[in-house]
């Protein structure tokens, strides 16, 4: 082989591995984690896990974005398409809504960039990967403690996150399913508080005069619930009435141990964050990823809250 021949084919080897995958070997690796918010302790939390993830691989740089509440979904859009104009190397995206999401993942895919859905899931066949709880179980282990704190019998309520996003619906469902075996409960109002802790209490507020013989509520995340028990706490029917969260945030837990909230469903966010940035990394690097990454709530109650307090 002459010298010219040589030097040709490496010259083909590099432009060959350069090309290979949208991350390289040896270039930086731009992970964007799009969340719902990141003004709550549960959104800071999936943060946290994220960031760990990405601080344990080298050349890997994560941007953690959102709009400024849950429901400013135009918002997220918005920085949605600012990522893929930047040419992220994949995206993990948590949807604050369906129809206004999925044409922008669309956009994503026609340009190469690699999406994981994290929290709540969507019908979207492009998606290499879907990370979250199982809000469903959830729901039903939630729904299931509240027929056993009132014996079977008695009136309920939920107050439950903006409606048709998946989360909450998965989580409102299950619930459902475990109140439908108990016949002596009867649920008399299901209210959207949009994940908001002001509205929570607004909405708790009209429940305990629409209905003072309610016994319990089910709010399907803690910015809810921790609204719910204030007016619950402001009517002095603290212990009266039982309120169980989804989220276990370390303020809902803390009200757990002194007996404001009855009970919380822990959604492991640090463990959701770390595994959606793993499996954005993976992706970028054009590895096989998991096609799902379910993670199983657990209950929170007096006996066992120390554990999600450290």
């Given at each position: 082989m002459n010298r010219t021949t040589c030097l040709l084919l490496i010259a083909v080897a590099f432009v060959t591995a350069s090309s290979c995958g949208r991350a390289g070997k040896g270039k930086t690796i731009e992970i964007a984690l799009v969340t719902k918010a990141l003004d709550s302790e549960w959104w800071q939390r999936v943060k946290s896990g994220a960031e760990e993830a990405a601080r344990a691989v080298p050349g890997v740089k994560l941007?953690?974005?959102?709009?400024?509440?849950?429901?400013?979904?135009?918002?997220?859009?918005?920085?949605?398409?600012?990522?893929?104009?930047?040419?992220?190397?994949?995206?993990?995206?948590?949807?604050?809504?369906?129809?206004?999401?999925?044409?922008?993942?669309?956009?994503?895919?026609?340009?190469?960039?690699?999406?994981?859905?994290?929290?709540?899931?969507?019908?979207?066949?492009?998606?290499?990967?879907?990370?979250?709880?199982?809000?469903?179980?959830?729901?039903?282990?939630?729904?299931?403690?509240?027929?056993?704190?009132?014996?079977?019998?008695?009136?309920?309520?939920?107050?439950?996150?903006?409606?048709?996003?998946?989360?909450?619906?998965?989580?409102?469902?299950?619930?459902?399913?475990?109140?439908?075996r108990a016949p002596g409960i009867e649920c008399i109002a299901v209210q959207p508080a949009?994940?908001?802790?002001?509205?929570?209490?607004?909405?708790?507020?009209?429940?305990?005069?629409?209905?003072?013989?309610?016994?319990?509520?089910?709010?399907?995340?803690?910015?809810?619930?921790?609204?719910?028990?204030?007016?619950?706490?402001?009517?002095?029917?603290?212990?009266?009435?039982?309120?169980?969260?989804?989220d276990a945030t370390r303020e809902a837990v803390r009200a757990v141990v002194a007996g404001r909230l009855a009970g919380d469903m822990a959604g492991l966010p640090e463990v959701m964050g770390r595994r959606a940035v793993e499996e954005a990394i993976q992706a970028a690097k054009g590895q096989p990823v998991e096609k799902q990454s379910i993670i199983t709530p657990v209950l929170v109650t007096k006996e066992n809250a120390s554990m999600f307090l450290q």
């Open positions: 941007a953690v974005l959102a709009p400024e509440r849950e429901v400013n979904i135009d918002q997220q859009v918005g920085i949605l398409e600012d990522q893929i104009t930047r040419g992220v190397s994949a995206l993990a995206v948590a949807p604050a809504g369906v129809s206004e999401i999925l044409p922008v993942l669309d956009k994503a895919k026609a340009a190469g960039i690699p999406v994981l859905i994290v929290d709540t899931d969507v019908n979207w066949p492009a998606k290499l990967s879907y990370i979250g709880a199982d809000n469903r179980v959830g729901g039903r282990i939630a729904g299931e403690y509240i027929v056993k704190l009132l014996s079977g019998k008695g009136k309920v309520a939920v107050i439950r996150g903006i409606l048709g996003v998946a989360t909450h619906e998965e989580r409102l469902a299950g619930f459902r399913e475990a109140i439908a949009n994940s908001e802790r002001a509205l929570g209490m607004t909405v708790m507020e009209n429940l305990l005069t629409a209905h003072p013989d309610l016994k319990a509520v089910f709010a399907t995340n803690d910015q809810m619930a921790l609204g719910a028990v204030e007016a619950i706490a402001a009517r002095n029917l603290t212990g009266k009435v039982q309120v169980v969260g989804f």
